[in-house]
């Protein structure tokens, strides 16, 4: 897999379906790459599944355009992003916590 570290994206092509950016490389164990992005609620149910697996991570809040005269965790979305090396596992947990 390819990564861009602009967009923190895997790519199996080599260049970014984000950004274009043809200067990706071999992805690393230790990069960090996008897993999802949750709004308030799955934000916390995910944040305690991957705690609970032990899978390292890091999460930032973005707040939705409409919201900028109104900030507040209605409008708050996560972005969470876990090492290459765990991503896999990662996703799994994302697809078995999160379901609705």
Do not use: Q, W
Not at 19 to 48: H, I, M, P, Q
Not at 70 to 78: A, L, R, V
Request: hydrophobic share 30%; net charge negative; aromatic share 10%.
């Amino acid at each position: 897999m390819y990564y861009c570290e602009n967009c923190k994206l895997l790519s199996d092509s080599n260049i970014c379906p984000l950004c274009e950016s043809k200067n990706l490389r071999n992805a690393k164990d230790e990069d960090l790459c996008f897993l999802t992005e949750k709004g308030t609620v799955y934000s916390g149910v995910l944040k305690g599944a991957l705690i609970n697996e032990s899978i390292p991570y890091s999460a930032h809040s973005v707040l939705s355009s409409c919201s900028a005269g109104n900030p507040g965790p209605i409008f708050e979305t996560h972005r969470f992003f876990v090492p290459y090396a765990f991503l896999s596992r990662a996703k799994e947990i994302e697809e078995n916590a999160c379901r609705t």
